[in-house]
């Protein structure tokens, strides 16, 4: 790909406690990711892919190494920049769906338009066009803990993407599913982050879902050590 990517990771490593009781997390790991392409990082439980996904988005800071963002230098950003990129330019998907209980699903997807500046009538409108593209406008109105884990989860792939983000992060998404909603949630992932032309990383130890990016790297002990297409 020609095109300057919507991510570049160089040479990240990251540390955390200091001298003797020091441990390495991540070492030296490289990574690019372009607009359309959904990248996979999989690897067993505690192997990094969750530290690196973290750095990747501005969750976290390496302690060493170079990350940048839509052009962004992240070790350049203080905390309030790095709050409005990810408000404006950022998608979330985790294992968990993390909805606010006090809010209904059209609300809780709305959520992050609201934080980055549009107005609520707007925003409302949007997230329940979002909302029925995962077949669950007819739950608009309903409280989190009146839906099932697998619609909880559909609405938080809504959420990520309403904003038409430039790239969504999926730290596990179907990791607390069963098989046929996950299957279902993996469809709708990738259905919705390819029509928006989303860059997308996915972190996951579930080779099936790694199956469909367009891109798989694997993280062992810290370090990104191949990074392929698939097929």
Same mark, same amino acid.
Request: hydrophobic fraction near 45%; charge should be negative; aromatic fraction near 2%.
């Given at each position: 790909?020609?095109?300057?990517?919507?991510?570049?990771?160089? +040479?990240?490593? $990251?540390?955390?406690?200091? =001298? #003797?009781?020091?441990?390495?997390?991540?070492?030296? *790991?490289?990574?690019?990711?372009?607009?359309?392409?959904?990248?996979?990082?999989?690897?067993?439980?505690?192997? =990094?892919?969750?530290?690196?996904?973290? *750095?990747?988005?501005?969750?976290?800071?390496?302690? /060493? +190494? $170079?990350?940048?963002?839509?052009?962004? &230098?992240?070790?350049?950003?203080?905390?309030?920049?790095?709050? $409005?990129?990810?408000?404006?330019? %950022?998608?979330?998907?985790?294992?968990?769906?993390?909805?606010?209980?006090?809010?209904?699903?059209?609300?809780?997807?709305?959520?992050?338009?609201?934080?980055?500046?549009?107005?609520? @009538?707007?925003?409302?409108?949007?997230?329940?066009?979002?909302? &029925?593209?995962?077949?669950? @406008?007819?739950?608009?109105? /309903?409280?989190?803990?009146?839906?099932?884990?697998?619609?909880?989860?559909?609405?938080?792939?809504? $959420?990520? *993407?309403?904003?038409?983000?430039? %790239?969504?992060?999926?730290?596990?998404?179907?990791?607390?599913?069963?098989?046929?909603?996950?299957?279902l949630v993996q469809e709708l992932l990738r259905t919705m982050v390819k029509e928006r032309g989303a860059?997308?990383? %996915?972190?996951?130890?579930?080779?099936?879902?790694?199956? +469909?990016? #367009?891109?798989?790297?694997?993280?062992?002990? =810290?370090?990104?050590?191949?990074?392929?297409?698939?097929?």
């Amino acid at each position: 790909m020609t095109a300057s990517p919507v991510l570049r990771a160089e +040479g990240v490593s $990251r540390e955390f406690g200091r =001298g #003797d009781t020091a441990t390495q997390v991540l070492h030296d *790991c490289h990574l690019e990711v372009h607009a359309g392409q959904i990248v996979a990082i999989v690897g067993k439980s505690g192997s =990094g892919k969750s530290t690196f996904a973290n *750095c990747l988005s501005g969750l976290d800071r390496p302690t /060493s +190494g $170079r990350i940048t963002l839509l052009g962004h &230098d992240l070790a350049e950003l203080d905390e309030a920049a790095m709050a $409005r990129l990810r408000a404006e330019h %950022i998608g979330f998907v985790l294992q968990k769906d993390n909805l606010v209980p006090t809010l209904n699903l059209e609300e809780n997807v709305a959520a992050p338009l609201v934080m980055s500046g549009v107005k609520l @009538s707007a925003a409302l409108a949007r997230a329940r066009a979002a909302l &029925d593209e995962v077949g669950l @406008s007819h739950r608009a109105r /309903s409280w989190p803990g009146q839906v099932s884990g697998g619609e909880a989860q559909r609405t938080a792939v809504a $959420r990520a *993407c309403v904003n038409e983000p430039a %790239i969504v992060f999926a730290d596990e998404p179907t990791g607390a599913l069963d098989e046929e909603n996950g299957l279902l949630v993996q469809e709708l992932l990738r259905t919705m982050v390819k029509e928006r032309g989303a860059a997308t990383v %996915i972190v996951t130890h579930d080779l099936d879902l790694a199956g +469909g990016a #367009d891109v798989v790297a694997t993280m062992t002990a =810290g370090t990104l050590r191949t990074a392929g297409r698939v097929g």
